[in-house]
Protein backbone atom coordinates (compact mmCIF):
# COMPACT_ATOMS: atom_id res chain seq x y z
CA UNK A 1 0.00 0.00 0.00
CA UNK A 2 1.43 3.41 -1.02
CA UNK A 3 2.60 5.62 2.09
CA UNK A 4 -0.19 8.88 1.91
CA UNK A 5 2.93 11.17 2.32
CA UNK A 6 4.94 9.69 -0.57
CA UNK A 7 2.97 12.23 -3.11
CA UNK A 8 3.23 14.98 -0.96
CA UNK A 9 6.77 15.49 -0.37
CA UNK A 10 9.50 15.72 -2.75
CA UNK A 11 12.21 12.65 -2.46
CA UNK A 12 9.21 10.77 0.45
CA UNK A 13 9.63 7.63 -1.06
CA UNK A 14 12.71 7.58 -1.43
CA UNK A 15 12.90 7.70 2.43
CA UNK A 16 10.52 5.68 2.95
CA UNK A 17 11.97 2.93 0.53
CA UNK A 18 15.21 3.04 2.70
CA UNK A 19 13.62 2.73 6.22
CA UNK A 20 11.70 -0.05 4.80
CA UNK A 21 14.96 -1.90 4.14
CA UNK A 22 16.61 -0.99 7.49
CA UNK A 23 17.66 -4.04 9.88
CA UNK A 24 15.07 -3.05 12.90
CA UNK A 25 17.38 -2.04 16.08
CA UNK A 26 17.09 -4.49 18.41
CA UNK A 27 19.70 -2.84 21.02
CA UNK A 28 18.82 -2.57 24.53
CA UNK A 29 19.58 1.16 24.79
CA UNK A 30 18.18 1.16 28.08
CA UNK A 31 20.45 -1.20 29.36
CA UNK A 32 23.31 0.70 27.52
CA UNK A 33 22.15 3.84 29.29
CA UNK A 34 22.43 2.60 32.32
CA UNK A 35 25.54 1.02 32.18
CA UNK A 36 27.61 4.57 30.68
CA UNK A 37 25.77 5.60 34.13
CA UNK A 38 27.07 3.78 36.27
CA UNK A 39 30.50 3.59 34.77
CA UNK A 40 31.13 7.28 35.15
CA UNK A 41 28.55 8.01 38.14
CA UNK A 42 27.99 5.14 40.08
CA UNK A 43 25.67 5.15 43.20
CA UNK A 44 28.40 2.64 44.88
CA UNK A 45 32.02 1.72 45.20
CA UNK A 46 33.60 -0.98 47.05
CA UNK A 47 37.43 0.50 47.67
CA UNK A 48 40.45 -1.37 48.87
CA UNK A 49 42.94 0.42 51.59
CA UNK A 50 46.08 -0.01 49.03
CA UNK A 51 48.25 2.27 51.22
CA UNK A 52 47.84 4.04 54.50
CA UNK A 53 50.23 7.61 54.89
CA UNK A 54 50.56 9.51 58.27
CA UNK A 55 50.69 12.86 57.22
CA UNK A 56 50.50 14.54 60.91
CA UNK A 57 50.32 12.96 64.55
CA UNK A 58 46.60 13.29 63.81
CA UNK A 59 45.44 12.66 59.81
CA UNK A 60 46.20 9.85 58.00
CA UNK A 61 45.79 9.36 54.12
CA UNK A 62 44.16 6.43 53.42
CA UNK A 63 45.16 5.58 49.13
CA UNK A 64 41.60 3.90 47.88
CA UNK A 65 41.63 1.25 44.65
CA UNK A 66 38.87 0.02 43.23
CA UNK A 67 38.06 -3.68 43.53
CA UNK A 68 35.91 -4.34 40.22
CA UNK A 69 37.38 -1.32 38.42
CA UNK A 70 41.22 -0.57 37.35
CA UNK A 71 40.01 3.07 36.68
CA UNK A 72 38.09 4.72 39.14
CA UNK A 73 34.92 7.32 38.09
CA UNK A 74 36.27 10.97 37.28
CA UNK A 75 35.86 13.75 39.42
CA UNK A 76 36.45 17.27 39.67
CA UNK A 77 38.50 18.50 42.26
CA UNK A 78 36.96 19.45 45.51
CA UNK A 79 34.59 16.59 45.06
CA UNK A 80 34.30 14.05 47.69
CA UNK A 81 32.82 10.79 48.59
CA UNK A 82 30.48 9.69 50.97
CA UNK A 83 32.28 6.99 53.31
CA UNK A 84 29.76 4.28 54.79
CA UNK A 85 31.13 2.67 57.95
CA UNK A 86 29.15 2.14 61.28
CA UNK A 87 25.30 1.87 60.63
CA UNK A 88 25.75 6.00 58.84
CA UNK A 89 28.04 7.67 56.12
CA UNK A 90 30.31 10.53 56.38
CA UNK A 91 31.96 12.58 53.17
CA UNK A 92 35.38 13.06 52.91
CA UNK A 93 37.02 14.85 49.98
CA UNK A 94 39.11 13.34 47.55
CA UNK A 95 42.70 15.01 47.93
CA UNK A 96 44.38 13.62 45.19
CA UNK A 97 44.60 14.67 41.41
CA UNK A 98 41.94 13.98 39.27
CA UNK A 99 44.57 13.26 36.62
CA UNK A 100 45.07 9.74 38.17
CA UNK A 101 41.54 7.90 38.59
CA UNK A 102 43.74 4.30 39.37
CA UNK A 103 42.95 5.24 43.20
CA UNK A 104 41.35 8.12 45.24
CA UNK A 105 43.23 9.59 48.18
CA UNK A 106 41.39 10.01 51.67
CA UNK A 107 42.83 12.00 53.62
CA UNK A 108 41.22 11.97 57.75
CA UNK A 109 42.14 14.20 61.09
CA UNK A 110 41.09 13.22 64.04
CA UNK A 111 38.15 15.01 65.50
CA UNK A 112 37.27 14.98 69.07
CA UNK A 113 33.68 12.79 69.34
CA UNK A 114 34.60 12.00 66.14
CA UNK A 115 32.30 8.82 65.58
CA UNK A 116 33.60 8.26 62.31
CA UNK A 117 37.08 9.57 61.70
CA UNK A 118 38.11 7.91 64.54
CA UNK A 119 36.72 4.54 63.54
CA UNK A 120 39.03 4.80 60.08
CA UNK A 121 41.96 5.99 62.00
CA UNK A 122 41.96 3.57 65.03
CA UNK A 123 40.98 0.35 62.84
CA UNK A 124 41.29 0.85 58.83
CA UNK A 125 44.10 -1.18 57.81
CA UNK A 126 45.22 -2.28 54.29
CA UNK A 127 43.37 -4.91 52.33
CA UNK A 128 40.05 -3.63 54.00
CA UNK A 129 37.54 -3.02 51.25
CA UNK A 130 35.09 0.33 52.14
CA UNK A 131 31.81 1.29 50.43
CA UNK A 132 31.49 4.68 48.86
CA UNK A 133 29.41 6.29 46.57
CA UNK A 134 30.88 7.57 43.87
CA UNK A 135 32.32 11.32 43.39
CA UNK A 136 30.37 14.17 43.93
CA UNK A 137 29.30 17.86 45.68
CA UNK A 138 29.42 21.17 44.11
CA UNK A 139 32.95 22.48 45.65
CA UNK A 140 35.11 22.91 43.04
CA UNK A 141 36.95 25.32 40.57
CA UNK A 142 34.28 26.52 37.36
CA UNK A 143 36.78 28.80 35.58
CA UNK A 144 33.67 29.43 33.31
CA UNK A 145 32.20 31.66 36.74
CA UNK A 146 35.12 31.11 38.67
CA UNK A 147 37.85 32.42 36.99
CA UNK A 148 41.15 31.36 36.89
CA UNK A 149 42.79 33.45 39.52
CA UNK A 150 41.22 32.25 42.91
CA UNK A 151 41.80 32.27 46.91
CA UNK A 152 41.58 29.57 49.13
CA UNK A 153 41.16 29.84 52.46
CA UNK A 154 42.03 26.52 54.54
CA UNK A 155 41.83 25.26 58.04
CA UNK A 156 42.90 21.94 59.40
CA UNK A 157 41.72 18.81 57.07
CA UNK A 158 39.91 21.64 55.12
CA UNK A 159 43.00 21.46 53.10
CA UNK A 160 42.12 18.11 51.49
CA UNK A 161 40.31 19.57 48.32
CA UNK A 162 42.93 22.43 47.91
CA UNK A 163 45.41 20.12 47.66
CA UNK A 164 43.21 18.14 44.78
CA UNK A 165 42.74 21.67 42.90
CA UNK A 166 46.48 22.43 43.10
CA UNK A 167 47.46 19.31 41.80
CA UNK A 168 44.74 19.48 39.26
CA UNK A 169 46.76 22.51 38.12
CA UNK A 170 50.02 20.62 38.26
CA UNK A 171 49.02 17.26 36.62
CA UNK A 172 46.96 19.34 33.87
CA UNK A 173 49.03 22.32 33.01
CA UNK A 174 46.37 24.51 33.81
CA UNK A 175 47.21 28.38 32.85
CA UNK A 176 45.78 29.17 36.52
CA UNK A 177 46.68 31.05 39.71
CA UNK A 178 45.89 29.86 43.38
CA UNK A 179 46.49 31.35 46.24
CA UNK A 180 45.99 28.81 49.28
CA UNK A 181 46.15 30.94 52.76
CA UNK A 182 46.25 27.75 55.62
CA UNK A 183 45.58 28.26 59.32
CA UNK A 184 46.78 26.13 61.25
CA UNK A 185 47.00 25.63 65.65
CA UNK A 186 50.81 24.39 65.48
CA UNK A 187 53.15 23.92 62.91
CA UNK A 188 53.32 20.06 63.94
CA UNK A 189 49.30 20.22 62.36
CA UNK A 190 50.03 21.39 58.80
CA UNK A 191 48.96 18.59 56.44
CA UNK A 192 51.06 17.82 53.16
CA UNK A 193 53.58 20.65 54.74
CA UNK A 194 56.45 19.61 52.23
CA UNK A 195 53.91 18.72 49.61
CA UNK A 196 52.68 22.14 49.49
CA UNK A 197 55.71 24.33 49.74
CA UNK A 198 57.65 22.13 46.83
CA UNK A 199 54.49 23.23 44.72
CA UNK A 200 54.43 26.55 45.63
CA UNK A 201 58.42 26.36 45.54
CA UNK A 202 58.38 24.66 41.15
CA UNK A 203 54.91 26.35 39.86
CA UNK A 204 54.48 30.08 39.60
CA UNK A 205 51.16 29.86 39.17
CA UNK A 206 50.75 28.23 43.25
CA UNK A 207 50.95 30.49 46.06
CA UNK A 208 51.11 29.08 49.88
CA UNK A 209 51.10 30.81 53.27
CA UNK A 210 50.97 28.96 56.12
CA UNK A 211 49.43 31.15 58.97
CA UNK A 212 49.97 29.36 62.41
CA UNK A 213 47.85 30.07 65.67
CA UNK A 214 50.13 29.43 68.36
CA UNK A 215 53.53 29.22 66.93
CA UNK A 216 56.96 27.82 68.69
CA UNK A 217 59.38 30.36 68.87
CA UNK A 218 61.28 28.73 66.00
CA UNK A 219 58.55 29.49 63.50
CA UNK A 220 59.25 32.14 61.36
CA UNK A 221 56.04 32.23 59.28
CA UNK A 222 52.62 34.19 59.73
CA UNK A 223 51.24 34.31 62.95
CA UNK A 224 47.72 34.83 64.25
CA UNK A 225 44.21 34.34 62.82
CA UNK A 226 42.86 34.02 59.36
CA UNK A 227 42.16 37.66 59.96
CA UNK A 228 40.94 40.76 57.35
CA UNK A 229 44.28 42.10 57.81
CA UNK A 230 46.11 38.94 57.42
CA UNK A 231 44.17 38.35 54.51
CA UNK A 232 45.21 41.56 52.45
CA UNK A 233 48.62 41.51 53.87
CA UNK A 234 49.11 38.21 51.72
CA UNK A 235 46.87 38.60 49.03
CA UNK A 236 46.42 42.29 48.72
CA UNK A 237 43.25 43.43 47.14
CA UNK A 238 40.98 40.31 46.35
CA UNK A 239 39.62 42.57 43.38
CA UNK A 240 36.55 40.38 42.78
CA UNK A 241 38.49 36.97 42.85
CA UNK A 242 36.73 34.06 43.89
CA UNK A 243 37.37 32.91 47.51
CA UNK A 244 37.41 28.95 48.59
CA UNK A 245 36.49 28.37 52.49
CA UNK A 246 37.15 24.85 53.71
CA UNK A 247 37.46 23.48 57.37
CA UNK A 248 35.89 23.26 60.92
CA UNK A 249 32.45 24.77 61.20
CA UNK A 250 33.87 27.73 62.95
CA UNK A 251 35.85 29.19 60.41
CA UNK A 252 32.58 29.87 58.53
CA UNK A 253 31.42 32.70 60.23
CA UNK A 254 34.62 33.76 60.73
CA UNK A 255 35.72 34.36 57.37
CA UNK A 256 32.65 35.41 55.92
CA UNK A 257 32.62 38.44 58.65
CA UNK A 258 36.41 38.63 57.30
CA UNK A 259 36.13 38.75 54.03
CA UNK A 260 33.02 40.82 54.01
CA UNK A 261 34.65 43.47 56.13
CA UNK A 262 36.80 43.71 53.11
CA UNK A 263 34.18 44.64 50.86
CA UNK A 264 34.25 41.57 49.03
CA UNK A 265 30.82 40.31 47.68
CA UNK A 266 29.16 37.09 49.11
CA UNK A 267 28.42 35.85 45.99
CA UNK A 268 32.42 35.41 45.36
CA UNK A 269 32.37 33.00 48.66
CA UNK A 270 32.10 29.80 47.95
CA UNK A 271 32.08 27.10 51.31
CA UNK A 272 32.49 23.81 51.11
CA UNK A 273 29.34 22.37 52.94
CA UNK A 274 30.55 20.47 56.10
CA UNK A 275 27.52 19.24 58.43
CA UNK A 276 24.93 19.81 60.51
CA UNK A 277 24.99 22.62 62.35
CA UNK A 278 26.83 22.20 66.10
CA UNK A 279 24.15 23.97 68.20
CA UNK A 280 20.62 24.54 66.04
CA UNK A 281 19.10 26.20 68.85
CA UNK A 282 21.29 29.67 68.14
CA UNK A 283 19.79 29.63 64.76
CA UNK A 284 16.77 32.89 64.86
CA UNK A 285 13.74 30.95 64.12
CA UNK A 286 14.13 27.77 66.32
CA UNK A 287 10.90 27.91 68.25
CA UNK A 288 10.87 30.13 71.62
CA UNK A 289 10.25 27.60 74.34
CA UNK A 290 11.28 24.21 72.28
CA UNK A 291 13.79 22.05 74.70
CA UNK A 292 16.63 20.87 72.60
CA UNK A 293 16.89 18.18 74.89
CA UNK A 294 12.92 17.37 75.07
CA UNK A 295 12.15 14.14 73.59
CA UNK A 296 9.50 13.77 70.53
CA UNK A 297 7.92 10.80 68.71
CA UNK A 298 9.22 10.11 65.59
CA UNK A 299 6.55 7.36 63.19
CA UNK A 300 7.94 6.47 59.64
CA UNK A 301 5.50 3.60 58.16
CA UNK A 302 5.01 1.26 61.04
CA UNK A 303 7.60 2.09 63.48
CA UNK A 304 8.17 4.80 65.99
CA UNK A 305 10.81 6.00 68.54
CA UNK A 306 11.53 8.80 71.03
CA UNK A 307 14.29 11.57 69.92
CA UNK A 308 15.53 14.69 71.28
CA UNK A 309 14.88 17.89 69.56
CA UNK A 310 18.40 18.83 69.14
CA UNK A 311 19.11 15.24 66.97
CA UNK A 312 19.02 15.82 63.04
CA UNK A 313 15.91 13.33 61.46
CA UNK A 314 18.59 11.71 59.93
CA UNK A 315 20.82 10.92 62.50
CA UNK A 316 17.54 9.65 64.93
CA UNK A 317 16.18 7.66 62.03
CA UNK A 318 19.92 5.74 61.68
CA UNK A 319 19.70 5.23 65.38
CA UNK A 320 16.61 3.41 64.61
CA UNK A 321 17.89 0.67 61.75
CA UNK A 322 16.54 3.16 59.20
CA UNK A 323 19.06 4.21 56.55
CA UNK A 324 17.61 6.73 54.25
CA UNK A 325 19.97 7.31 51.09
CA UNK A 326 22.77 10.00 52.36
CA UNK A 327 25.69 12.03 51.07
CA UNK A 328 26.78 15.24 52.22
CA UNK A 329 24.63 15.35 55.40
CA UNK A 330 25.11 19.17 55.21
CA UNK A 331 21.78 19.87 53.42
CA UNK A 332 22.74 20.63 50.28
CA UNK A 333 22.73 17.39 47.99
CA UNK A 334 18.92 16.72 48.79
CA UNK A 335 19.61 12.78 48.73
CA UNK A 336 18.02 13.04 52.11
CA UNK A 337 15.04 14.60 51.47
CA UNK A 338 11.69 13.18 53.16
CA UNK A 339 8.54 14.68 53.28
CA UNK A 340 6.77 15.76 56.66
CA UNK A 341 2.91 14.40 56.71
CA UNK A 342 2.50 15.39 60.28
CA UNK A 343 4.33 17.78 62.91
CA UNK A 344 6.52 20.69 63.56
CA UNK A 345 9.96 20.62 62.08
CA UNK A 346 12.93 22.91 62.80
CA UNK A 347 14.66 22.98 58.77
CA UNK A 348 18.60 24.45 59.46
CA UNK A 349 19.83 27.39 57.89
CA UNK A 350 22.45 25.13 55.71
CA UNK A 351 19.12 23.31 54.11
CA UNK A 352 19.09 24.03 50.26
CA UNK A 353 15.40 23.42 49.73
CA UNK A 354 13.83 23.68 46.07
CA UNK A 355 10.97 26.24 46.03
CA UNK A 356 8.16 23.85 46.05
CA UNK A 357 9.69 22.46 49.18
CA UNK A 358 7.56 24.72 51.52
CA UNK A 359 4.18 23.68 50.00
CA UNK A 360 5.07 20.01 49.49
CA UNK A 361 6.14 19.62 53.12
CA UNK A 362 9.79 18.42 52.08
CA UNK A 363 12.95 19.05 53.89
CA UNK A 364 16.60 17.27 53.79
CA UNK A 365 16.43 15.10 57.16
CA UNK A 366 20.20 15.51 57.23
CA UNK A 367 19.27 19.62 59.00
CA UNK A 368 16.02 19.03 59.96
CA UNK A 369 14.64 18.75 63.64
CA UNK A 370 11.98 17.32 65.08
CA UNK A 371 10.49 20.58 67.20
CA UNK A 372 7.33 18.45 68.00
CA UNK A 373 5.97 14.76 67.20
CA UNK A 374 6.41 14.02 63.42
CA UNK A 375 5.17 11.50 60.96
CA UNK A 376 7.68 11.48 58.10
CA UNK A 377 7.27 9.73 55.01
CA UNK A 378 10.88 8.53 53.20
Known sequence: MKHPLADQFGGAAQILAEIEARVPDARDHHAETRATVETFHPKRLKLAVAEIVDETASTRTFRLEGLDRVELPPFLAGQYVNVFADGTSRPYAISSSPALLDHYDLTVRRVSGGRISNLLLDTLRVGQVLTTTGPMGTFHHNPLFHGDDVVFLAGGSGVAPAMSMIRDIVDHGHDRAFHLIYGS?????????????????????????????????????????????????????????????????????????QLTSLGHPRKRIRFEANGAPSDPTVQSHWPAGADPAGKVTVTVGGTSFRTPRNRPLLDALEDNGIRPEAACRSGECSLCRIRIVKGEVHTAEEARLRLSDEKSGHTHSCVAYPISDVEIDL
Request: aromatic residues 6%; proline residues 5%; hydrophobic residues 40%.
Open 185 to 257: RHATDVIFHAELDEFAARHPGVTVDHVIAEPDTDWRGHTGLLTAATIQALVGDLDGRTVYVCGPRALYPHALE
